[in-house]
């Protein structure tokens, strides 16, 4: 597509209950990162996702978060057992793995636990 | 480790000029990145430096010195539509990870 799609655009869940969401990386983009940011905060690095590489997850906060990615298309971050702290906006970007190219972002995923 | 400071807020007034700096430690480097992030709105590239000196891109200029890890983005003619968060982010040398600093909240005052 032309750019990171993102889905949901918003959730809320209910507390213990798991999530998915998804992103659909720009095309041709072999890299893709997830990242978490909480309001008014900054983007808190969560896994990355270089072709057929192992994944870098060395940003995942407890083993509650996973994500998959098929091969270099759509990835999924799950969370499972929802805590009131992991609301925030989840965000996708994806970029090419060469130097000098930026990182092109969703618009996130809005996540709300109550 | 990777490490990277920048001021947690400022202001200025419409039509002048603000300098947002920013310092990095990293176990490596492949270049810095300078990002606005819109309330509520994803993060957009701005500028991109990887060699020591000034980029300059219209109204932002950005620049780098490697030795010294630091970076500062430089706003000129200041707009209200300026008001935003402002994202340091350092690429990893080994793994091209971007890493993002905490941002920089600028408002930009009548």
């Known amino acids: 597509g032309a750019g990171v799609s993102q889905s949901p655009s918003n959730k809320v869940t209910e507390k213990g209950k798991d999530v998915e969401l998804r992103c659909d990386p720009i095309?041709?983009?072999?890299?893709l990162y997830w990242y978490r940011q909480r309001l008014g905060q900054g983007l808190e690095f969560l896994i990355y996702?270089?072709?057929?590489?192992?994944?870098?997850k060395s940003g995942l906060p407890s083993d509650r978060f996973s994500a998959e990615r098929t091969g270099e298309s759509v990835s999924t971050l799950t969370i499972q057992r929802t805590q009131q702290e992991d609301s925030a906006v989840y965000l996708c970007?994806?970029?090419?793995?060469?130097?000098?190219?930026?990182?092109?972002f969703g618009q996130g995923t809005r996540l709300t636990v109550v | 480790g990777q490490n990277i400071d920048q001021p947690t807020e400022m202001t200025a007034t419409e039509g002048a000029i603000v300098q947002i700096n920013c310092t990095y430690q990293?176990?490596?480097?492949?270049?810095l990145f300078w990002y606005q992030q819109h309330a509520g709105e994803a993060p957009t590239f701005l500028s991109y430096?990887?060699?020591?000196g000034l980029e300059e891109k219209g109204r932002f200029s950005s620049f780098l010195s490697r030795s010294k890890g630091y970076s500062y983005l430089l706003l000129k003619e200041l707009q209200m539509k300026d008001s935003a968060s402002y994202l340091c982010?350092?690429?990893?040398?080994?793994?091209?990870?971007?890493?993002f600093g905490t941002g920089t909240r600028l408002k930009v005052l009548a």
């Open positions: 970007a994806s970029s090419q793995w060469s130097q000098g190219t930026e990182a092109f």
């Open positions: 095309s041709g983009h072999t890299a």
């Open positions: 996702f270089q072709g057929n590489s192992a994944p870098d």
């Open positions: 990293t176990s490596g480097f492949n270049g």
């Open positions: 430096n990887v060699l020591d």
């Open positions: 982010a350092v690429r990893d040398g080994g793994t091209y990870k971007y890493i």
